[in-house]
C-alpha cells in the first residue's frame, strides 16, 4: 500500500473526524455495555478500546512520543478514551511528529500517513464494534465506506495476520455495501 503523502492539517482533521464518532458513540454507552460482548471474539467493548488505545499508544511510543501514564478505562472508559484523543491529537498537531519518516510493513513512510491509513481506519472499524457490543446497529458513512474500500484490497493478506482483523467472510446474498466493507473485515453485520 502506497499512501497519499498527508499535511499535519489533514492527520488532525482525519483523526478528529473519527475520534468525534466514537466519543460519541463511547459517551452514551452504558456501564453495562463496557463489559458486554464485541464482535472481535473473547473482547469486550471495554477490550476493545484498550486495543484502539494500546495499539496507538504502542505505535506512537515505539517512534519515541511519550503520552504518559495510560487512561484509566476501567474506572471510565469514556473519559479514558477522550483523555487519550486529546493527547493523541495534541501530539500528532506538531508537524515535526506527522512528518516523522520511518520503514513501516509497506515500505517508508510517515507517522501522519500511517496514523491516517490505519489508526484512524481502526476507530472507524471499531466504533462498529462498540456499538454492536450495545446492540446498536452503527452506519458508516459514504466517505467512511469509500476510505475502507480502497484500503483493503491495498492491505492484502497483511490485514488478516493474528491481532488484526478476523478472516473475511462472505457478505449475504444482496448485502448492502457496509455489510460487504464489515465482511471484507471478518464480521457479519
Known amino acids: 500500500?502506497?499512501?497519499?503523502?498527508?499535511?499535519?492539517?489533514?492527520?488532525?482533521?482525519?483523526?478528529?473526524?473519527?475520534?468525534?464518532?466514537?466519543?460519541?458513540?463511547?459517551?452514551?454507552?452504558?456501564?453495562?455495555?463496557?463489559?458486554?460482548?464485541?464482535?472481535?471474539?473473547?473482547?469486550?467493548?471495554?477490550?476493545?478500546?484498550?486495543?484502539?488505545?494500546?495499539?496507538?499508544?504502542?505505535?506512537?511510543?515505539?517512534?519515541?512520543?511519550?503520552?504518559?501514564?495510560a487512561p484509566d478505562l476501567a474506572a471510565d472508559p469514556a473519559?479514558?478514551?477522550r483523555a487519550h484523543a486529546r493527547q493523541v491529537t495534541d501530539l500528532l498537531?506538531?508537524?515535526?511528529?506527522?512528518?516523522?519518516?520511518?520503514?513501516?510493513?509497506?515500505?517508508?513512510?510517515?507517522?501522519?500517513?500511517?496514523?491516517?491509513?490505519?489508526?484512524?481506519?481502526?476507530m472507524v472499524a471499531h466504533r462498529w464494534d462498540l456499538a454492536r457490543a450495545a446492540g446498536r446497529d452503527e452506519r458508516f458513512t459514504d466517505e467512511e465506506l469509500a476510505t475502507m474500500e480502497a484500503a483493503i484490497p491495498g492491505w492484502g493478506e497483511a490485514l488478516y495476520v493474528d491481532g488484526v482483523c478476523a478472516a473475511g467472510v462472505e457478505a449475504p446474498p444482496g448485502a448492502d455495501r457496509q455489510a460487504r466493507v464489515l465482511a471484507a473485515l471478518g464480521r457479519r453485520a
Open 1 to 69: 500500500m502506497t499512501p497519499t503523502p498527508t499535511t499535519t492539517a489533514t492527520v488532525v482533521d482525519r483523526y478528529r473526524a473519527a475520534d468525534a464518532s466514537l466519543s460519541a458513540l463511547a459517551e452514551s454507552l452504558s456501564a453495562a455495555d463496557w463489559d458486554r460482548p464485541s464482535p472481535c471474539e473473547g473482547w469486550t467493548a471495554r477490550d476493545v478500546l484498550a486495543h484502539l488505545v494500546d495499539a496507538q499508544r504502542s505505535f506512537l511510543s515505539d517512534r519515541g512520543h511519550d503520552l504518559g501514564p
Open 79 to 81: 473519559g479514558g478514551w
Open 93 to 122: 498537531g506538531e508537524p515535526s511528529v506527522a512528518a516523522q519518516a520511518y520503514d513501516g510493513h509497506f515500505g517508508p513512510t510517515t507517522v501522519g500517513d500511517t496514523v491516517v491509513a490505519f489508526y484512524v481506519f481502526d
